[in-house]
Nanobody, 124 residues
Framework: QVQIVESGGGLVQPGGSLRLSCTASGFIMDYYTISWFRQAPGKEREGVSCITLSDGSTNYADSVKGRFTISRDNAKNTVYLQMNSLKPEDTAVYYC?????????????????WGQGTQVTVSS
């Protein structure tokens, strides 16, 4: 049974950091392209970052470039999203998604597997 669980969210002050974890069971994450999405209240789900199956290359939304870093720990079957210099506009539910595609997928609807999400709130 495939399951994805996100963790690491919470309340943090502007300028602070959080590290989100995406841990899988039932499949080996190294064999999948993994993306982080987020959804703020009243807004559409948007892609934040992705790490590919093909060569482990990464990409980021312009809004988080230079502040967020995505990485894999294959031994722990986990993908991380390190978030630094957090801003109030980063407040959202963050979701981890996986797909067997070789490359990052543009649309959230194309991803096969999803976690339940973890809340990140950036506020003073």
């Amino acid at each position: 049974q495939v399951q994805i669980v996100e963790s690491g969210g919470g309340l943090v002050q502007p300028g602070g950091s959080l590290r989100l974890s995406c841990t899988a069971s039932g499949f080996i994450m190294d064999y999948y392209t993994i993306s982080w999405f987020r959804q703020a209240p009243g807004k559409e789900r948007e892609g934040v970052s992705c790490i590919t199956l093909s060569d482990g290359s990464t990409n980021y939304a312009d809004s988080v470039k230079g502040r967020f870093t995505i990485s894999r720990d294959n031994a722990k079957n986990t993908v991380y999203l390190q978030m630094n210099s957090l801003k109030p506009e980063d407040t959202a539910v963050y979701y981890c998604a996986a797909d067997s595609s070789w490359l990052c997928l543009r649309s959230a609807s194309e991803y096969a597997y999803w976690g339940q999400g973890t809340q990140v709130t950036v506020s003073s």
